[in-house]
């Protein structure tokens, strides 16, 4: 069957540093995956999304990449803030979108 | 400014009770989207609607039903309440194609159920 996965369920990582999120799948062959950030009691925002034949692609301070034969995404933070503390949710278009679990960040001043 | 609206946001309701959730978005999107958010689990889709009068299944129909009477309203519906139903709903909406891998799904901020 189709799985997710992503690599923990939380990071604490110290200001300033690199957050490195991991996104896992099984038995999908997507054309493209996306990256939403979650604050406690809001929905899903939605970052940026990735096709199968980019390896990389950079939003600010945000940088995604994404390896079909690894059938693995990773998803950075640079210089990391308090203010990027949330949920970070991988998605994949299989027959719909589906949502990984996600993984909680906290970054600690 | 557009949005998605879920309204309520906190719901407590006794087993057995009607209960609609409801949707609203501004955004003249087409296609609209039902979620069921548990803590640290994946996001399990109920229902989806392509237009108006068209409503489809997923993969968790949970004995809940929809309507798409207007492009902008998408409500959901649960006919007797039970325990097993409380967790977090989260409704979105997405543009069609090309638009929809541009911007992704916007979402509500969701409505959290108790059935007691």
């Known amino acids: 069957s189709q799985k997710i996965e992503q690599n923990s369920e939380a990071l604490n990582i110290q200001e300033g540093k690199t957050a490195t999120l991991t996104c896992n799948y099984t038995n999908y062959s997507p054309a493209y995956l996306q990256w939403y950030r979650q604050d406690p009691g809001r929905g899903p925002v939605f970052l940026l999304l990735?096709?199968?034949?980019?390896k990389e692609k950079r939003k600010e301070r945000l940088k995604v990449t994404f390896d079909t034969t690894l059938k693995q995404s990773l998803f950075h933070i640079t210089a990391s803030q308090p203010a990027d503390s949330a949920t970070y949710l991988c998605?994949?278009?299989?027959?719909?979108?589906?949502f990984g679990a996600g993984t909680r960040l906290t970054v600690k001043p | 400014e557009a949005d998605i609206y879920q309204t309520p946001r906190y719901l407590v309701i006794g087993t057995g009770k009607k209960i609609t959730l409801e949707c609203s978005q501004t955004m003249g999107h087409d296609k609209m989207y039902w979620y069921q958010q548990d803590p640290g689990m994946e996001l399990h889709l109920i229902h989806y609607s392509y237009g108006v009068n068209s409503t489809e299944k997923g993969d968790l129909s949970s004995e809940s039903t929809v309507s798409r009477i207007r492009t902008e309203h998408f409500p959901l519906t649960l006919e007797s309440a039970r325990p097993s139903h409380t967790s977090q709903y989260l409704c979105?909406?997405?543009?069609?194609?090309?638009?929809?891998?541009?911007?992704?799904?916007?979402f509500g901020s969701g409505t959290r159920l108790t059935v007691v």
């Open positions: 990735i096709r199968e034949n980019e």
């Open positions: 979105a909406s997405s543009e069609w194609g090309a638009a929809s891998l541009r911007y992704g799904y916007t």
């Open positions: 998605a994949l278009r299989g027959n719909d979108m589906r």
